[in-house]
């Protein structure tokens, strides 16, 4: 039998073709739970053309001030986190091409839960079923054979709060100004009080203009955060729009578990680009 080094199997595997990862569509995309409405479903759809593996873990995210997301093993102060709290089904599936499953979330909040906002992540992460082992060469696997396994893995999280009692927010911008460093992309600084996250998009609208020329979607701040830059790239056309214009930045929540404040303007600010 022939016997391959670490290299030479590795350049070898890296020349076999590597399986195209599923495309998992998910909605919701964020899951908003109370004591009073304590379960809800995702539904996951295969969108890629083959059958696929998902697995689906629980997990601790706290957000730096950038917007971006690290592991949080442990609770800093003023992190309540809901992985002890929560309930889900299936946490395996398999998905044949254009099929689709039901997950299903549960809360548990005790009556003596603290008020507070609650959040951990579901992870969902994918591999084509197709994808096997193989070993390299041709041959039969044996005891000092090697084995390498190339599988295009892909994973999306989905911010799961429980909110427990009567909470409120409230956000200021402060600024909004080109970043020194990277011409194209614009930094708006959001600073949030209160008791809970909030969650709405960003527009821009030059002055004179009736309708919004930029908007950026899906803009959290997660609690305990007090501050947010939200970093945005604009495309070459709109960065030549605003530039040198009067620009009205808005931020508008789309909280849909909070239905009483829905398109109420959290911020605003109007500033020359």
Same mark, same amino acid.
């Given at each position: ?151 295009? #893995? ?66 959290? #701040? ?9 970093? #945005? ?15 009205? #930045? ?24």
């Amino acid at each position: 039998m022939h016997r391959f080094s670490l290299a030479a199997a590795l350049l070898a595997a890296l020349a076999t073709p590597v399986p195209a990862a599923a495309e998992l569509l998910v909605a919701p995309t964020r899951v908003v739970l109370t004591p009073d409405a304590r379960s809800t479903e995702l539904v996951l759809v295969n969108k890629g053309t083959e059958t696929a593996a998902f697995r689906i873990n629980i997990e601790n995210r706290r957000m730096n001030e950038n917007g971006s997301l690290d592991d949080a093993p442990t609770p800093q102060a003023g992190e309540l986190f809901a992985d002890d709290k929560l309930r889900y089904s299936p946490r395996q599936l398999v998905l044949e091409p254009g099929a689709r499953q039901v997950v299903r979330i549960l809360a548990s909040a005790p009556p003596d839960l603290a008020p507070g906002e609650y959040r951990s992540h579901l992870r969902l992460m994918s591999a084509p079923v197709s994808a096997g082992a193989s070993t390299l060469g041709g041959e039969p696997a044996g005891d000092n054979s090697l084995s390498i396994e190339l599988v295009a #893995i892909r994973s999306l999280t989905i911010p799961v709060i429980l909110r427990v009692g009567t909470l409120e927010a409230s956000v200021t911008m402060d600024s909004a100004a080109m970043a020194e460093d990277a011409p194209s992309q614009l930094v708006v600084r959001l600073t949030r009080s209160g008791t809970r996250s909030t969650y709405g998009d960003v527009s821009f609208t030059p002055e004179g203009a009736k309708a919004p020329l930029w908007v950026v979607r899906g803009v959290a #701040i997660y609690t305990p955060n007090t501050t947010r830059d939200v970093v #945005i790239p604009l495309p070459p056309e709109v960065r030549a729009q605003l530039a040198g214009k009067r620009v009205r #930045i808005d931020y508008t929540s789309t909280d849909a578990a909070d239905p009483a404040n829905a398109g109420k303007l959290l911020a605003s600010l109007t500033a020359a680009l």
